[in-house]
Every structure is written in structure tokens, then in C-alpha cells.
């Protein structure tokens, strides 16, 4: 596995720039600069950058130390590096496309097609992704190479398998003739309480950084099981429970509110769609602290699909998606009014890789201020991710991680689906000033 994602990265990325060591200095020259979304930004600045950190910010336009390398950005907006808490680096397919997929790709393949995926989603200027399910570990394995700096991919925070219980939106054999059913890992299955603390177990021991549960049933589960609750009490309380002994989050997958409020009553640190929320689940993330993580993008990967095919989903999956597509944003037009903590994920791979920003347009669409939005994706993204200690903000001591539109993003928040630069921790991977 490591091998086919070391030996394809030439192909797919192309070659970083020198990683700066030796004290080499990078001098950023921006036009204004965003540097703590949630405050107003600054005007012309200087950001001072050695061994891919940020050193010292400056005001006005400024050269630096004699032999430093200049950025002129002084036409650009700078502001940090995007996060997206929700993607699936391994796939950019849909409906019976992913199912034919998941059944004739090897792991190598799935290798190439994760790396592919990350290069997509760091031109788009996003340095840092949280990966909430991957059955082959390519994308844990890819983590290790971005962290290690051989490889120039976003920083990732990774959930390796999802967990559900049999026949819930993460068991791999729906919709398998039963003879195929022993070809299929379901260590990520549980039912009862001892096997659902082994699950998350199993994830652990796999070097995971985050535990993703699922507690209701899924849109694009080939079953008829609808979107409700799929978990008891006991089941998400050991789950969670599980997960935060080993000091690991738990996002939970959830669209019914009977799961919703059921996994933000066992202590769930986020809920990814939330798609049926009620006032009483407002009442539950505020008590708990919990983000919500909207993905309504996820609709423009449905819409897109259909229209270039409208068989591209089986009748049972093809019934939730045109739910979805609906009611989407219903929920967040509740939850951002009344205080709940947003962080900004897509669900890409569900969306297409790449097109992340989209779902910025999406966001304020459903009533948060371009600037609420963009903290979402940066300050937010990174408490709930948690990794503020290096990225969100851009500040003396933190990684550089820096992007740059043309345009100003708090006026226009489409300007941010044209990313022109992109360095991720001092290193430039992007350049189309």
C-alpha cells in the first residue's frame, strides 16, 4: 500500500518546493490579509516565514532579510489555509458508479485515486482535511507521508473505517448476494455493547486520529431502511464512550434527529449533516458544546450525477437523494441563528474533490455572513479538528499555511472557489498570481 502511494506521486503531485531548512527565509507580501477570521482583516502586511512557520507579521509592504525569497501577494487577499472537517479522499464517485467501484478497485488503485483526490483538494486551498471513512487505509497511510513531508498533500486528520451496526449505512455487504459476504472486512460492524467498544477498538489499533459512528441510516445506503435511528442508547454510549477513554473524538453520521439527539446525549463531539434538526437538538449541542458540520454541497454531487444520468442511483437511494436535495440547508438555517458552533465540511467524494468552495456559496445561501462562514472552515474547523495549536489562524509560532484569491472573499465568497496561491507548511504548491 505505502509502496503504490510513494511510487505514484510523481505522477499525480508535482514536486514540492525545497522544504525550507537551514533558517531560509520566505517573504509573503499581502494586499490585505485576513490572519484571525472572526476579526476584521488587516491592510497591506507582511508575513516573515522560516523552516515552513510564520516568524512575524508585519504592517505595510516590507522585503525582509537580505536574501529571502518575495511573495508579492500585494494584489491578493491573503487569509489562512481552508480546512474541510468532512471528505473521503478514496472515491469521487456516486451511486451504482461507487458501488461498481468499491467492488473492482484493488488497493492500489485505491492508493492512486487518494492521492489524486488530495492534490484536487490542496490546489483548491484547502491544507487541512479530517477523512471520515476509508475501508482500504489508503488515506491513513497518505497522512503519514504528508506528515513526514515526503509527499506535498493537505495535513490530514483521519477516521480509517466508519462504524455502524450490520445492515446500518456503513455495512459493505448491502445489496451482496450472501455468497459474497465473507469477501467483505466488517470489523467496523457492531451490535450490542461489547462488540460495538470492540469496533471502535479495532480503529484505534489501526492508528486512527478520530472515531466516525454512524447512528442513523444513510442517503446513499443501498437499503430501504430510511434515515432514522439504527443505534440504542447503550450501543452510541459505548461507542462515544469508547473513543473519548482513548482521547478520540467521535463525529457521528446522522440525518433523523432521534440519531442526532441520541449521540449528542451520549457526549457525540460533532454531527456531520444533521440533516432533521429540532429545536430540542439545538438544545443538546449547545449543552454538550458540539460543532455541527452541515455538507450541504453534497447536493451538487447528487444534481450533477442525475443529470448526466438519471438511473445513476438504485430506486431505494434514488428516493432519499431527491429528499436531500430538498430539504437541504433547513437545518442550518436553524442552527447558525441560534448559536450552535458551525465547522465547514462538504462530504466530498459524495461532492467532487476540488470543488470544495462550493460549499461556501451554499453556506451563506442559508443564512451565515461570508465571514461566519469562512471561520467555519478556518478557527472552527480547526478547535473541532483539533490542531488550532498549528493551523486556523495565521500567527507567529503556527505552520504556514497560506492562500490568496484576487478579490475580496467577505464581500464575495464564490471569489474563494478560484484560489490563485497555496502554500501548505512553507512550502508553495500553488502559483497562479
Not at 471528505?87 to 468499491?102: K, P, R, T
Not at 484493488?106 to 488530495?118: E, F, I, K, M, P
Not at 436553524?334 to 467524494?349: C, E, L, Q, S
Request: charged share 20%.
Amino acid at each position: 500500500m505505502k509502496n503504490a502511494l510513494f511510487l505514484c506521486a510523481a505522477a499525480l503531485i508535482a514536486a514540492p518546493a525545497a522544504a525550507q531548512t537551514g533558517g531560509s527565509v520566505t517573504v509573503i507580501q499581502a494586499g490585505r490579509l485576513l490572519d484571525k477570521p472572526g476579526q476584521a482583516p488587516r491592510g497591506p502586511s507582511t508575513l516573515i516565514v522560516r523552516d515552513g512557520r510564520i516568524v512575524e507579521i508585519l504592517p505595510g509592504k516590507v522585503d525582509g532579510p537580505v536574501g529571502a525569497k518575495i511573495v508579492d501577494l500585494s494584489d491578493k487577499f491573503v487569509l489562512p489555509g481552508l480546512i474541510d472537517s468532512h471528505v473521503h479522499l478514496d472515491s469521487d464517485a456516486g451511486g451504482n458508479a461507487a458501488f461498481m467501484e468499491g467492488l473492482t478497485s484493488s488497493d492500489a488503485t485505491s492508493a492512486y485515486r487518494t492521492l489524486g483526490n488530495a492534490k484536487k483538494t490542496l490546489m483548491a486551498g484547502f491544507t487541512t482535511v479530517r477523512n471520515l471513512g476509508d475501508g482500504t487505509g489508503a488515506t491513513l497511510a497518505l497522512r503519514d507521508f504528508a506528515a513526514s513531508g515526503e509527499l506535498l498533500a493537505p495535513r490530514i486528520v483521519d477516521a480509517g473505517r466508519s462504524i455502524s451496526t450490520t445492515s446500518g449505512h456503513m455495512d459493505g455487504t448491502l445489496s451482496l448476494g450472501e455468497d459474497l459476504h465473507s469477501a467483505i472486512n466488517q470489523e467496523n460492524l457492531c451490535d450490542g455493547v461489547e462488540t460495538c467498544r470492540h469496533a471502535v477498538r479495532m480503529q484505534i489499533r489501526r492508528g486512527v486520529d478520530v472515531i466516525k459512528i454512524a447512528t442513523t441510516g444513510g442517503v446513499n445506503s443501498r437499503i430501504g431502511a430510511g434515515l432514522g435511528r439504527q443505534l440504542f442508547d447503550d450501543e452510541v454510549k459505548a461507542l462515544v464512550d469508547t473513543a473519548h477513554l482513548y482521547k478520540k473524538k467521535v463525529a457521528v453520521h446522522a440525518h433523523g434527529d432521534d440519531g442526532i439527539n441520541a449521540a449528542l446525549a451520549a457526549g457525540a463531539d460533532s454531527i456531520e449533516h444533521g440533516t432533521m434538526l429540532t429545536d430540542e437538538s439545538i438544545k443538546l449541542f449547545k449543552k454538550a458544546g458540539a460543532y455541527y458540520v452541515p455538507t450541504l454541497s453534497t447536493v451538487n454531487g447528487y444534481i450533477a450525477r442525475l443529470q448526466a444520468d438519471p438511473n445513476a442511483y438504485p430506486p431505494d437511494v434514488l428516493a432519499k437523494v431527491k429528499w436531500r436535495i430538498g430539504v437541504t440547508g433547513k437545518s442550518l438555517e436553524k442552527a447558525y441563528p441560534a448559536g450552535v458552533k458551525i465547522a465547514f465540511g462538504t462530504d466530498a467524494g459524495v461532492s467532487k474533490h476540488g470543488r470544495n468552495a462550493d460549499e461556501f456559496e451554499l453556506m451563506v445561501k442559508h443564512g451565515m455572513s461570508p465571514m461566519a462562514a469562512i471561520q467555519a472552515a478556518t478557527v472552527n474547523a480547526a478547535d473541532l479538528l483539533g490542531v488550532a495549536a498549528d493551523v486556523g489562524t495565521l500567527e507567529p509560532g503556527k505552520a504556514a499555511d497560506i492562500i490568496a484569491v484576487s478579490g475580496d472573499p467577505l464581500s464575495d465568497v464564490t471569489v474563494l472557489k478560484s484560489v490563485r496561491f497555496v502554500m501548505k507548511g512553507g512550502q508553495v504548491a500553488k502559483d497562479e498570481r
